[in-house]
């Protein structure tokens, strides 16, 4: 296994360790101080400054398990330790861990309730005044402000990080929703789609077979059956992608022999309608594996294009051409027809009645980075190219086919 798998990211310090760690730099402090001193007040005042410390320390990690009735309890005990030892301390040492008011500030805003919150802040900050006053011998300003100030720009500050978490915690929330609404409006779109290019495509097939097979039925049966067994065939292929949209599949053809394999049936299966033009299909370059999403876009994209060239060319000869090579992959659907006037580009859904076409077609290659030119002018024919980049990534791949 490469090294790099084997990195742990070492811990960061966040913001919210900050007060933690000045409630340890501030009993540390004080207590190496105490020992300096080695009288009689270190040994009374450093074991209650060490069980203020454990119980500090115990409280955070047990903090749901102490309830709405433990935590102003912890809070009170932690209180009357700081204010007792504060008031006992000689006055040099008073002022330096007076800072503790900082971390226990911080815990006095984790209270249940606002009154809770409001009347520990109140009570810690007449305590750290008492403290400073008689540390100070009056009402030294210069004495005063700092800690107070600090105390409170804390509170502020952390009040302020805790609407801005609460603010994204909600803005994240609100961007999955929109992300989960906007992936399933794309599903929507997508079955839209393939349900468009197969089966409406298809059914439309099958129903101009049954036609000519009725006309046929009398004066030509052998022809009549033919037509009705294409139909039977075309029927299961229905099903089976059918069954392939609906468990998010590639179709059939595709995935058992490749995309210029299913491009070959599908050009085959289309030109023997009754009534279609005539279709051939060839492909540049050897057959080359794709990634399955691109396959599928490519094999939906021809079938579109060549239900548009049946219906509404009036096209005698249809081509499609496949081009593999390099860092593309293409298709190309020309015919003979009447062409038209290109129209600007319209959202797939339009409402016009006219269904996806080449809009749909358009945002169904634009999704995977690739593009559909349209060549074409009144009496000219067309010429439609779907292009899509070939992505080299490790990542499943439909088959080549057989050569």
Do not use: K
Not at 46 to 73: K, S, T
Not at 120 to 134: C, E, K, N, P, S
Not at 200 to 220: K, V
Not at 368 to 382: M, S
């Amino acid at each position: 296994m490469p090294a790099t798998a084997l990195a742990v990211r070492p811990p960061r310090l966040s913001a919210r360790h900050l007060p933690h760690l000045v409630f340890l730099v501030a009993v540390a402090g004080t207590l190496v101080r105490l020992v300096e001193l080695n009288n009689e007040l270190c040994w009374s005042v450093a074991p209650p400054m060490a069980v203020l410390a454990l119980l500090y320390a115990a409280g955070p990690a047990p903090w749901e398990r102490l309830g709405r009735a433990g935590r102003p309890v912890w809070f009170g005990l932690l209180l009357l330790l700081w204010s007792w030892v504060a008031w006992v301390l000689p006055a040099p040492l008073t002022f330096g861990y007076a800072w503790l008011a900082v971390p226990l500030a911080v815990l006095a805003l984790r209270m249940p309730t606002r009154t809770e919150r409001a009347v520990a802040l109140g009570v810690l900050t007449v305590l750290l005044m008492a403290a400073l006053v008689r540390a100070g011998g009056g009402l030294d300003p210069d004495l005063l402000a700092p800690p107070i100030t600090a105390l409170w720009a804390t509170v502020l500050l952390y009040r302020g990080q805790q609407r801005l978490t609460r603010e994204l915690a909600d803005t994240r929330g609100e961007l999955a929703r929109r992300q989960r609404e906007a992936g399933r409006l794309a599903e929507r779109a997508r079955i839209a789609r393939d349900l468009h290019d197969t089966l409406a495509q298809e059914l439309a097939g099958s129903r101009m077979l049954l036609q000519a097979a009725e006309r046929d039925w009398d004066r030509r049966p052998q022809a009549a059956r033919r037509q009705v067994r294409l139909v039977t065939d075309a029927l299961g292929d229905h099903l089976a992608q059918t069954r392939g949209i609906i468990d998010d599949l590639t179709p059939p053809a595709l995935a058992r022999d490749g995309l210029e394999a299913a491009l070959r049936e599908l050009t085959a299966r289309t030109g023997s309608a009754a009534g279609a033009p005539g279709i051939s299909f060839s492909a540049e370059n050897p057959p080359a594996a794709l990634p399955v999403e691109q396959a599928v876009a490519l094999l939906r994209v021809t079938q579109g294009l060549l239900a548009n060239a049946c219906e509404h060319a009036r096209a005698t000869h249809v081509h499609v051409t496949l081009i593999q090579g390099g860092s593309v992959a293409a298709v190309e659907v020309r015919d003979d027809g009447v062409g038209f006037e290109p129209e600007p580009v319209r959202p797939a859904a339009s409402g016009d009645g006219r269904g996806f076409g080449l809009a749909g077609a358009r945002e169904r290659l634009g999704a995977l980075g690739g593009t559909l030119t349209v060549d074409t002018a009144p009496g000219h024919g067309t010429r439609v190219r779907a292009t899509l980049p070939v992505a080299r990534a490790a990542e499943d791949r439909v088959p080549v086919g057989a050569r």
